[in-house]
């Protein structure tokens, strides 16, 4: 009996061992995914804050000046923003 199990815990802890491996490289990759989403829309909040300065200066108008202001003002570049650092932070 003991015999057996001897042999079977080297396989075993090879076993363990290639699934922490796989596990590890899991949680890299989803991990880079999250930064990437992260870093894209840390992106689309620093466009939007750089559009709301050109359009205060008067040199882009896209919409009428209320919707301007509510869907490429400093609110929704800051929820963007804020939405991009609790999807980098988990």
Do not use: C, N
């Amino acid at each position: 009996m003991r015999r057996r199990r001897a042999a079977r815990e080297p396989a075993a802890r090879e076993t363990q061992r290639q699934q922490e491996i796989a596990a590890a490289k899991r949680d890299g990759t989803k991990r880079r995914r999250r930064h990437a989403i992260a870093y894209a829309m840390f992106t689309v909040a620093a466009v939007m804050a750089i559009t709301h300065v050109f359009a205060h200066a008067g040199s882009v108008t896209v919409l009428a000046q209320g919707w301007q202001d509510l869907l490429l003002g400093w609110p929704m570049a800051g929820m963007i923003a804020i939405s991009g650092a609790i999807v980098y932070g988990t």
